[in-house]
T-cell receptor, first 118, second 112 residues
């Protein structure tokens, strides 16, 4: 149980275009999902917390107009990188918290999406 | 605020040798502690977690970790390394009402 998927697993786009990444909880309903960014050989950096039916909470320094997050249902959150530039190239990982599971703040992680902006 | 420090960004061991990955935490309340493993271009897989109860926690793939409150540590060990253990390992901490915070990660290399 507690499986999280991401789509696509990798994407290459041209500079200036927008890219949407989907994060789905497959076997549970996730009221809270998280989006992380990971640079090569570095740790995960929390970008934002996505709550179903409300606006996302962004970490300091993350541009909310550039990284649009939508959590319209209990099983789907999307991250849209708008007007992507090469510096946005990174590995993006989502996670979800299962409110019906333990209360230990455990997060279940998706497999990640590799974004390359040319 | 909660935080995690992983000592050693890179650990190299020989196959069959003991694996020891160090993690120290800071938290104002009793923490929940986690170890995750990440293989290249993949997400994070939970190895084990400490929440309450027994301080020695056993996880998957033969790994275990011991919560030591007096030392604010949660070191990860495995008696005998396998080549397949080569990966990036992350320690994480959370407490009630707070989100998870990750350490910088430790890359484990296993030499034949």
């Amino acid at each position: 149980g507690a499986v999280v998927s991401q789509h696509p697993s990798w994407v290459i786009c041209k500079s200036g275009t927008s890219v949407k990444i989907e994060c789905r909880s497959l076997d549970f309903q996730a009221t809270t999902m998280f989006w992380y960014r990971q640079f090569p050989k570095q740790s995960l950096m929390l970008m934002a917390t996505s709550n179903e039916g409300s606006k996302a909470t962004y970490e300091q320094g993350v541009e909310k107009d550039k990284f649009l997050i939508n959590h319209a249902s209990l099983t789907l959150s999307t991250l849209t990188v708008t007007s992507a530039h090469p510096e946005d190239s990174s590995f993006y990982i989502c996670s979800a918290r299962d409110p019906g599971g333990s209360s230990y703040n455990e997060q279940f992680f998706g497999p990640g999406t590799r974004l390359t902006v040319l | 605020a909660q935080s995690v420090t992983q000592l050693g960004s890179h650990v190299s061991v020989s196959e069959g040798a003991l694996v020891l990955l160090r993690c120290n935490y800071s938290s104002s309340v009793p923490p929940y502690l986690f170890w995750y493993v990440q293989y290249p271009n993949q997400g994070l897989q939970l190895l084990l977690k400490y929440t309450t109860g027994a301080t020695l926690v056993k996880g998957i793939n033969g790994f275990e970790a011991e919560f030591k409150k007096s030392e604010t540590s949660f070191h990860l060990t495995k008696p005998s390394a396998h080549m397949s253990d080569a990966a990036e390992y992350f320690c994480a901490v959370s407490d009630p009402g707070n989100d998870m915070r990750f350490g910088a990660g430790t890359r484990l290399t296993v030499k034949p």
